[in-house]
């Protein structure tokens, strides 16, 4: 999923809701679960702007946890309604 992040930034597109939730689950579901670089897709997505919802926000719970997931939240100013 990350060589097809930089393949559609590389051929100028931009990352979105659907790909950022891909990329989350990708690192939820790998072995060992990869959490720095699911946080670190997210606090860069979210300086982009993409727009967050909540399959994002679960995918981010499943791959860094249910209080990692809430500090992040808290952190990037972006609790859910």
């Known amino acids: 999923v990350e060589n097809l992040g930089k393949t559609m930034v590389s051929e100028g597109h931009s990352i979105?809701?659907?790909f950022l939730c891909a990329l989350l689950l990708?690192?939820?579901?790998?072995?060992p679960?990869?959490?720095?670089?699911?946080?670190?897709?997210?606090v860069d997505a979210r300086a982009k702007g993409v727009p967050l919802n909540r399959h994002i926000?679960?995918?981010l719970r499943r791959a860094v946890g249910k209080a990692r997931c809430k500090q992040l939240l808290v952190?990037?100013?972006t609790l859910p309604l």
Do not use: G, I, K, P
Request: charged content about 25%; glycine content about 0%.
């Open 26 to 31: 990708s690192y939820a579901l790998a072995c």
């Open 57 to 59: 926000f679960a995918a």
């Open 16 to 18: 979105n809701d659907r």
């Open 75 to 77: 952190a990037q100013d």
């Open 33 to 42: 679960r990869q959490t720095l670089r699911a946080e670190a897709a997210f």
